[in-house]
């Protein structure tokens, strides 16, 4: 890996185009994937890119499970390109982290956990978190039922608290006028 790693963003939505303006008015808060492309230097794929006209057959096939089935099967297939995957869900990474179970040399693989405890995905986890390289969870409880009921070895998981925009939501002082916001 080379000293600034290649990364590669699978968000499970439409990423909102156009809000830096609304972000530098002070009227739209800073996205966390923006803010993590901007940390990261990483390329963006979401939703959107499903809906390309060179889309791959696989990633044609894989829709029929889901968009986040479809959005992993593109990330799986662009893996090559890349030092790390990086995705924003459970959804997307759970597929992805089958998808990479073939392979030995493949990208790092890191996800936001947000809800790592529903039984439905226990199986899941227990079964492909070798091929999670990292996992963010944002609460102290979830990190502790990867530990301890998932088998997730504790290393791989780091607590982060969840995101806000500080910049925009903080206290006003009585006297400013509030910018008009979105």
Known sequence: MSSKPKVLMLVPSVAKQGV???VQADRHPTMDYYALQSRLSADILDYSALEAEATPTLVRLARKAGRDAALAMLGYLKRGAYDVIFSNSESVSIPLAFLLKRHKVRPKHVLIGHRLTPSKKRMFFRALHPQMDA????SELQKQYGV???GIPPEKLHFIPFHADTHFYRPMSPSATAPARM
């Open 148 to 150: 301890r009921e998932l």
């Open 135 to 138: 996992i963010f969870v944002y």
């Open 20 to 22: 830096a303006e609304a």
